[in-house]
């Protein structure tokens, strides 16, 4: 069975940084995208970032500029390095991997998630 975990989550003052990270494992298969997606309390839950495999990357509009995000294929892992955050970043923060079973099927793997909370 395909797992994802997340770590690195926790409380930090605005302005300050931390670094997330999400390993794939049991895959069994080739992985096409990665990334991160965000909820608040209330909220929908929204992409943060996203990693094709050949490195092309894409975010959200409120944290280009702060938030990095990386992968190394062969770890099948994925981390989002996330700096200057803000109180608005605070969320529960979910990892997805996108498993390729063949060139026309897959499916989306979902981690369960890692909370942030920024203080002011």
């Known amino acids: 069975q395909v797992q994802l975990v997340e770590s690195g989550g926790g409380l930090v003052q605005a302005g300050e940084s931390l670094k997330l990270s999400c390993v794939a494992s049991?895959?069994?298969?080739?992985?096409?995208?990665m990334g991160w997606y965000r909820q608040a309390p209330g909220k929908e839950r929204n992409s943060v970032a996203s990693?094709?495999?050949?490195?092309?990357?894409n975010y959200a509009d409120s944290v280009k500029g702060r938030f990095t995000i990386s992968r190394d294929g062969a770890k099948n892992t994925v981390w989002l390095q996330m700096n200057d955050l803000k109180p608005e970043d605070t969320a529960a923060y979910y990892c997805?991997?996108?498993?390729?079973?063949?060139?026309?099927?897959?499916?989306?793997?979902w981690g369960q998630g890692t909370q942030v909370t920024v203080s002011s």
């Open positions: 997805y991997a996108n498993l390729q079973f063949t060139s026309t099927n897959g499916r989306r793997y």
């Open positions: 990693i094709a495999a050949d490195g092309r990357t």
């Open positions: 049991r895959t069994g298969f080739s992985i096409g995208d």
